[in-house]
């Protein structure tokens, strides 16, 4: 009887070591889970701040020099073929106000030659290939920030790390005190400013090449009209 009163009497108290236990695990569970990745960022220590900034700062960029090269790189099919037709009827007036209509970088082009036909050919085309070159220096305007970020971004993120590093053993050689999780833990923390400091460099990287393959390919595409409106002026008859 005594032997089943104690087991009664323990029996409490096992549950509620046991839910206590179970509490414990659900709140540390919760507490990891709310840790937002905001907070997680931050911990990356000092280098942080300056990559935010950073990041902003290039997609701000991006988000500028987007819609600005797609509207100076709009190119209106019709246009090429209204200019030779306008050119080859003798109706120069016309040519110039239909190349000019639109007000993007290919149309500019184009007026600045027609604007000038009855000049050398020679100097037609030298002033429409300047032309085109201060049309491409517009769009670039702006994407040396982003080859700059791309370039010191990782660089801010090493040094976030390696400062991080040397104060972990900086404290190690105070304290005396070495184990693997103080070291695993601080390590864990600096490492993130690497990752950030890479991931906002690839960010400006794959930009800055991206809207140098778009400029590119808008600098051939002008080329060959242009080459197309020398012709109907060598030959307003028979040019194509």
Known sequence: ???????????????????????????????????????????????????????????????????????????????????????????LDNAIMLAGRENTAAGNILKSGVSIIGRPISEIESVMEKTTDVEVAQMEKGLGYLGLISGIAPILGFIGTISGVIKIFHTISNTGNLNIQTISGGLYEKMISSGAGLVVGVIAYCAYHLFNMLIDNFALKVQKQSLEIIHVIQDPQNGN
């Open 1 to 91: 009887m005594t032997f089943l009163n104690f087991a009664l009497q323990a029996a409490p108290v096992t549950d509620t070591i046991a839910n206590a236990a179970a509490a414990a695990a659900t709140t540390e569970v919760s507490v990891t889970e709310n840790v937002s990745y905001l907070d997680f960022i931050l911990k990356g220590g000092v280098m942080i701040y300056p990559l935010i900034v950073l990041l902003f700062f290039c997609i701000y960029v991006i988000i500028e020099r987007y819609l600005s090269i797609k509207k100076a790189t709009k190119m209106d099919s019709n246009m090429v073929n209204d200019v030779k037709i306008q050119l080859r009827a003798g109706r």
